[in-house]
Nanobody, 121 residues
Framework: QVQLVESGGGLVQPGGSLNLSCTIS????????LGWYRQAPGKQRELVGE???????NYADSLKGRLAVSRDNHENTVYLQMNNLKPEDTAVYYC???????????????WGQGTQVTVSS
């Protein structure tokens, strides 16, 4: 059973920074892609940023220049760093992992439970 647990959310002042981490546990044969999504009230879940097995990153166009996604394979952790936060960044942030748990199994998406980030003064 694969589990993703996010940490680091909370209240952030406008212009401040955000640091989220997601620790992945369970039986894992290979990570294909790790990343972050977010969902604001009344909106669809959207990609924030992701990083693949070759350390190639992909960020939402609207957020480029304000964030970085990184991974630590030894710690089974993926990180999100975001700066110059704005009220419109308020959302529940979800960790996502595309993982192969056994060499003979297909890739599968896994999700964390989400962590609330509120940008407000």
């Amino acid at each position: 059973q694969v589990q993703l647990v996010e940490s680091g959310g909370g209240l952030v002042q406008p212009g401040g920074s955000l640091n989220l981490s997601c620790t992945i546990s369970g039986t894992i044969f290979h990570y294909h892609r790790l990343g972050w999504y977010r969902q604001a009230p009344g909106k669809q879940r959207e990609l924030v940023g992701e990083i693949d097995a070759y350390d190639r990153s992909n960020y939402a166009d609207s957020l480029k220049g304000r964030l970085a996604v990184s991974r630590d394979n030894h710690e089974n952790t993926v990180y999100l760093q975001m700066n110059n936060l704005k009220p419109e960044d308020t959302a529940v942030y979800y960790c996502n992992a595309l993982i192969q748990t056994r060499s003979w199994e297909s890739w599968r998406d896994y999700w964390g439970q989400g962590t609330q980030v509120t940008v407000s003064s």
